[in-house]
């Protein structure tokens, strides 16, 4: 039997809907059940994919190959399910859904309605594309009383009626702010919030409190009298110092045995967490310290990084020790000089991005880190920048660009216009619309014999996440690798180059896919924990 959770959000956004998710959810595998997680998101995108990630952070993309909201991260690192395309929906997802059909004749000339056919579609998607589960978590984006929520929570409204309370349970999550000034939680803001999911036809049947402290029992009593909810089913959930502590916080409130205990599922059995808590003494207790610098374009909102700053840490946890991050915005190199930011790091990255803007800063974070000896990791735009900078200081190559840049002399790096997915071709060209047309999802990938990344790997063929719409011209590989830049990675046609490595360089890798896409942390990728190894090493040698 398939028992459904939903997930909301009140108050304020950014309280943490998507940890939560993931966290409950690796409680319930704890105790033996498969999960699944997903995300309905309020925005008219039809996905993130062209959304800055200043506003909306990263985007995550899946094994086939949609461009997702960030939680599926979040979902994936907590639980290890692949997140599928199934999994994220948004309003202009349900909408162009809705109203293609509508133009097919599928309605048979019905007014078409935001009630029925918008929370139909949506109550299809809840349960599409499932086997066997235990339980599917369905997280609602945005928080209680946006405009643009209200067709998700009465579809969930709808989907819990028609489930019945023996295979559907709301979890809302709230905030309780401290004022200094009266020195204590103030539960007015929860109140207010549960009030509002009311007036919707929606009672919370457990209660999740967000603070920067732990609830005391007083106040869980108070909230569990005011909003219709037994006071065990009030859940302290209170700041920690990383969020894989979560897990473990949440089952010493008594978060899975609320769930489990409604459901009427026995929790007598003790649970095995001790994985959880492996992982945050490590976190909590490295044996060193190494600092990594993050040379990108969007270091302004650390979500728009957010799985490679996990990654990082997963490469840290794997190596017993912390890795500090210094985000640095590329641009700053293009006016001032990166000895005075990199002289001190243990390690440099460049991670992806689009566009012109701060191109030149990081190829000269490149540079520095080809000169100086410093390992280096180039993910997707970084190997294009690190490819570039071979071009135009070791090979010598004038006009070494990007096509992405405008019109160059050499084209090292140009647009893809066709490549092999399957069994078929995909072609793209100028004039493509830009959501969904890059080159996403996951690709093979051959390792060439004797290089680093085979002995990182340590297999011949790999399968990694693809993000992206440029490509490394093979036509300058003879060229690059008599300079030293070996092309060790190549699609399996041999056109498409997939990773390029420094031959004399402590550790110097770029590769075009995006490996913290598929890092966990209790299975780091073996690139940052290569990568996080080469820093250590670097910084008992300086």
């Not at 502590?245 to 609320?258: C, N, R, S």
Request: net charge negative; glycine share 10%.
């Amino acid at each position: 039997m398939t028992r459904f959770v939903f997930i909301t959000g009140g108050v304020v956004s950014s309280l943490g809907k998507g940890i939560s998710s993931a966290a409950l959810g690796a409680l319930l595998q704890a105790r033996g059940f498969k999960v699944r997680l997903r995300k309905l998101d309020p925005y008219l995108n039809v996905d993130p994919g062209t959304m800055s990630p200043t506003q909306h952070g990263e985007v995550f993309v899946t094994d086939d190959g949609a461009e997702t909201d960030l939680d599926l991260g979040h979902y994936e690192r907590f639980t290890g399910v692949s997140a599928r395309r199934s999994d994220n929906v948004t309003t202009g997802k349900i909408y162009s859904n809705v109203i293609s059909r509508e133009r097919k004749g599928v309605y048979l000339g019905a007014t078409v309605q935001v009630i029925p056919h918008i929370t139909d579609a949506i109550k299809e998607f809840i349960s599409a594309d499932l086997s066997d589960e235990d339980f599917v978590l369905c997280e609602v984006g945005g928080t209680v009383g946006d405009i643009e929520s209200l067709p998700f929570l009465e579809a969930i409204r709808q989907k819990a009626n028609e489930l019945g309370k023996d295979k559907s349970l709301f979890v809302h999550l709230t905030l309780l702010p401290h004022l200094s000034a009266a020195g204590e939680l103030k539960t007015k803001p929860t109140q207010h919030s549960v009030k509002e999911l009311q007036s919707m036809g929606i009672t919370a049947d457990v209660l999740l409190c967000r603070s920067d402290r732990e609830v005391p029992e007083d106040a869980r009593r108070k909230i569990a009298l005011f909003c219709n909810v037994k006071p065990e089913r009030v859940i302290s959930a209170p700041d920690v110092e990383t969020i894989y502590e979560v897990p473990l916080i949440y089952h010493e409130q008594g978060f899975d045995k609320a769930v489990c205990d409604y459901f009427g599922i026995e929790t007598s059995a003790k649970l095995n967490l001790r994985r959880w808590q492996d992982i945050v003494t490590r976190i909590k207790g490295p044996e060193s310290r190494v600092k990594i610098a993050v040379v990108g374009k969007y270091t302004e909102l650390p979500d728009a990084y957010k799985s490679l700053a996990e990654a990082l840490d997963h490469g840290g946890i794997a190596n017993n020790v912390g890795v500090n991050m210094d985000w640095i915005d590329s641009e700053i190199f293009e006016s001032e000089d990166v000895v005075h930011y990199l002289e001190d790091v243990q390690g440099i990255l460049v991670p992806g991005g689009f566009g012109e803007r701060g191109a030149e800063g990081k190829i000269a974070a490149v540079k520095f880190a080809r000169e100086r000896g410093v390992p280096y990791l180039g993910i997707c735009f970084g190997m294009q920048m690190a490819v570039i900078e071979a071009a135009r200081n070791l090979a010598s190559i004038d006009g070494a660009g990007s096509t992405e840049f405008g019109s160059v002399r050499n084209q090292v790096v140009g647009l893809l216009t066709e490549w092999k997915k399957g069994t078929t071709r995909e072609r793209r060209d100028q004039h493509t619309e830009l959501g969904g047309s890059m080159r996403l999802g996951a690709y093979p990938c051959k390792l060439s014999e004797g290089s680093l990344v085979r002995s990182v790997y340590g297999i011949e063929e790999i399968v990694e996440r693809h993000r992206h719409r440029y490509e490394v011209n093979i036509d300058y590989q003879q060229r690059l690798e008599e300079c030293g830049l070996i092309f060790s990675g190549l699609s399996p046609d041999g056109h498409l180059p997939e990773i390029v490595e420094l031959a004399d360089h402590p550790w110097f890798v770029g590769v075009q896919f995006h490996p913290e896409l598929r890092s966990k942390p209790f299975e780091p990728h073996p690139l940052f924990t290569a990568f996080i190894k080469a820093a250590v090493e670097r910084s008992r040698l300086v």
